[in-house]
Every structure is written in structure tokens, then in C-alpha cells.
């Protein structure tokens, strides 16, 4: 298992590259993705960049609004390479969100309620699917760690300011 990568580390902030075949590395960062997932218990999502791959794919938890199935540890996951958001409401939802490469602090961010994402699995077939709530939350979440972009950075300057200087005093830098 590979160890997550923490902010303010470079590889966080860079796009990554499509994937166009399933091959053994392909194979590897997916492995590493599920099981860094599967051992953090409060994970809803991990992007391959969080452990140095700069490849466009994510797993994502599957229960949605429904936390009672993660606390009886029911393997439900999305895997998602090359997720594309095609289209989202204009509704917003509100959440506390988190993420393992910013650790310790939580910022309210609003996003599309509802998204139709589009993706490969695991056996790069084309899958769509209709999220909302915490779901489409956490799928966006992701995805923009595809995308070089943190959770902090989709807040208000003065909010992403704050969330940084409380970053530095955690980790004791501030």
C-alpha cells in the first residue's frame, strides 16, 4: 500500500493522464486505491494522485446518504477511471468535507446536489451514473483531485484562508 500523499505536496496540485487500456498498471493503482479505502474507516473516496499516481481514477464509497452501511463494513465502492462529469443540477448541497491528503480540518463546501457522471470500471466499460447528496459530493470531490484542485480551494478567498492558517497550526508550522 502506498502512503497518502499530504498537502502541500506537488503531485496534489497537477492534472493527471487519461487511462486508455487496463494493463498491470493500471491493475496496481487500482489494488492500492481499494485497499488504502478499505483501511480508512472514515474514507467516503481516494483519487489516485492522493498516493502518487497521476492517473484520472478514483473509488468512491457507494452508500451514499446511507452511513449505516459503512458501519457495518458492507464493501460497497465505486471504482470510476476517467470519470467525467456530463451534466449537474443547479440545486446545491452543503457538506462538512474532509479528505486523508488535508488531515485534521473540515470546510462547509457547496456543490451540485445532483451530477450524471460518466466513467470506465474496472473492466473499462462505459458506465454512467446518477448521483446525489453525499454521493455526487464525494464524486466531485474526487474527481477534483484529478484535476489538481483541493476541497479548500472551492470556498471563499477569506474562508480558504482561514482553513490554511488552521492547516499550519495542526501540523504545527503556524
Known amino acids: 500500500m502506498n502512503k497518502i500523499l499530504i498537502y502541500p505536496n506537488k503531485v496534489l496540485k497537477e492534472c493527471c493522464e487519461e487511462i486508455s487500456i487496463i494493463d498491470d498498471e493500471t491493475k496496481i493503482i487500482i489494488e492500492n486505491l481499494l485497499l488504502t479505502y478499505k483501511t480508512n474507516k472514515n474514507c467516503l473516496g481516494i483519487a489516485?494522485?492522493?498516493l502518487g499516481f497521476?492517473?484520472?481514477?478514483?473509488?468512491?464509497d457507494s452508500c451514499g446518504d446511507n452511513f449505516i452501511n459503512k458501519v457495518l463494513s458492507k464493501p460497497n465502492h465505486y471504482v470510476m477511471i476517467n470519470p467525467k462529469i456530463i451534466s449537474h443540477s443547479e440545486n446545491l448541497f452543503s457538506y462538512d468535507e474532509g479528505?486523508?491528503?488535508f488531515p485534521g480540518v473540515f470546510e462547509q463546501v457547496k456543490r451540485p446536489k445532483e451530477i450524471v457522471v460518466e466513467y470506465r470500471d474496472i473492466n473499462f466499460q462505459l458506465k454512467t451514473l446518477e448521483a446525489k447528496n453525499i454521493l455526487s459530493t464525494c464524486i466531485q470531490h474526487e474527481i477534483d483531485?484529478?484535476?489538481g484542485i483541493m476541497f479548500f480551494e472551492r470556498v471563499s478567498q477569506l474562508r480558504k484562508t482561514r482553513t490554511l492558517q488552521k492547516y499550519k497550526r495542526l501540523k504545527g508550522n503556524g
Open 99 to 101: 479528505c486523508l491528503s
Open 54 to 60: 497521476k492517473k484520472r481514477i478514483i473509488v468512491v
Open 145 to 147: 483531485h484529478l484535476d
Open 48 to 50: 489516485a494522485p492522493q
